[in-house]
């Protein structure tokens, strides 16, 4: 779900003891979801909520299932359900009746994700509390569905709604002959889709502030519509005439925004920054942190910011794979915008709605490109092109 940094971008987590005890049923206050949890693990609505662009339900209506329903619905968590694997644990596919949501044969009913937390996991509690108090009330058309949830002993699990075309990681970065490289259009519409996710969070009253915005968390249905999932830093935004929380720094490396690595004061526009990072993710089609990279480039932010300034050399770093597809001028905005999210001061990166709006007037730009007479497989990489054209950024 989300990491705290080290010195290396590897995972570090810690579950404090105290938490742990209200694992074990007492009430209390979840100082990092900022919810007031009672026994149940469900928390109370942020006051004054803007339920305009979505809903925010007054009570989590989410089925409480138990851990035989869950092995019920994937074979005893049969290897072969297995869908992935994060920081929190294994994710299977499972499936359960439409209507009551009961465990049902494999291949009838509705297809779910079943996440359950691996037991030496160093997430755990906390993640899954904040997921179950945010998401479970959270409703939205580009935020991930949460059906329900399993807590028995130390056995904790999410159900969620099925994302037929899992992340946007898997889409833009694992290169395999099974999975199409995505569009200039589809990339567009994915942005646009996670954008909204974002600006519903941020406009409530009661501010969310997502905190661990990243490709592996967008997730793709059928029809490429992107939702956000895993709500397990979340936290509730600034309150009175505060405008930042502070807090411990937790996240991903390569996606937070530098003054919250640097200092823990998290602002809402804490999350534009990574909402940055991914759309040059998407333009660039490059990792936002690889390590396998030579020196100097590993950050792609660092690496590509100069390219996006320059309107000659943005070519250079345009993922090869959308050659043909999109007009220049689109290309030229995008990169203006990504550069605006990733303003070193949080107050000059423009707010969620803002990014909306000018992803929609990007999408109306229609003057496609003639296609190139070199083909896209035949034309160098990006990578190659950035080593050996302009000086190294
Ligand atoms: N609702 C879902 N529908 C379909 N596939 C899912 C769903 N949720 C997760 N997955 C799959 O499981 C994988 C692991 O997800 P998970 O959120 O546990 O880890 P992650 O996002 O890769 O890493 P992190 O621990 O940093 O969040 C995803 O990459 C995705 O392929
Ligand atoms: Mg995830």
Redesign the pocket.
């Known amino acids: 779900?989300?990491?705290c940094f080290g010195h290396s971008p590897t995972r570090e987590y810690s579950v404090s003891n105290s938490t742990r005890a209200s694992a074990a049923g007492k009430s209390g206050h979840d100082s990092r979801s900022g919810f007031l949890v009672n026994s149940s693990g469900v928390g109370e609505i942020p006051e004054g909520a803007n339920e305009s662009q979505g809903e925010i339900l007054e009570m989590p209506n989410l089925k409480v299932f138990t851990f035989a329903d869950l092995r019920s619905a994937t074979k005893n968590f049969k290897q072969d359900n297995l869908?992935?694997?994060?920081?929190?644990g294994r994710?299977f596919k499972g499936w359960v009746d439409e209507k009551t949501l009961a465990p049902s044969k494999m291949g009838s009913g509705m297809v779910v994700?079943i996440?359950k937390l691996n037991p030496e996991s160093m997430q755990g509690f906390d993640e899954w509390q904040s997921e179950v108090n945010f998401l479970g009330r959270l409703s939205h058309p580009n935020l991930?569905r949460l059906l329900g949830y399993c807590w028995e002993d130390k056995e904790l699990l999410l159900v969620?709604?099925?994302?037929q075309k899992?992340?946007l990681?898997?889409h833009l970065f694992r290169r395999s002959p099974n999975i199409e490289p995505l569009s200039w259009d589809r990339r567009l519409q994915i942005a646009i889709g996670a954008a909204k996710g974002l600006a519903f969070l941020h406009t409530s009253d009661k501010q969310v502030i997502y905190r661990d915005f990243k490709a592996?968390?967008i997730?793709l249905d059928w029809n490429y519509n992107a939702k956000i999932?895993?709500f397990g830093l979340a936290k509730l935004g600034p309150s009175g005439e505060e405008s930042h929380v502070t807090t411990r720094v937790m996240g991903?490396s390569g996606y937070a925004a530098p003054e919250y690595v640097a200092t823990g004061h998290l602002y809402v526009k804490s999350d534009v920054y990574g909402f940055g990072v991914v759309l040059l993710e998407l333009l660039t089609g490059h990792r936002a942190l690889d390590l396998k990279r030579p020196g100097g480039q590993q950050s792609l932010v660092e690496w590509t910011r100069p390219f996006l300034s320059q309107r000659g050399k943005l070519k250079l770093i345009i993922d090869a794979r959308m050659e043909g597809q999109y007009s220049f001028k689109a290309a030229l905005q995008t990169a203006q915008l990504v550069l605006r999210c990733l303003a070193s001061e949080p107050r000059n990166r423009p707010s969620m709605k803002e990014v909306v709006d000018v992803l929609l007037r990007i999408e109306l730009i229609k003057d496609k490109p003639k296609k190139s007479s070199v083909s896209s497989s035949r034309r160098p990489a990006p990578r190659q092109d950035m080593r050996h054209q302009g000086p190294n950024p």
Do not use: I, P, Q
């Open positions: 779900m989300g990491n869908l992935g694997e994060g920081g929190f994710v994700a996440k991930v969620y709604e099925f994302m899992g992340s990681e898997n592996s968390n997730l999932a895993d991903t």
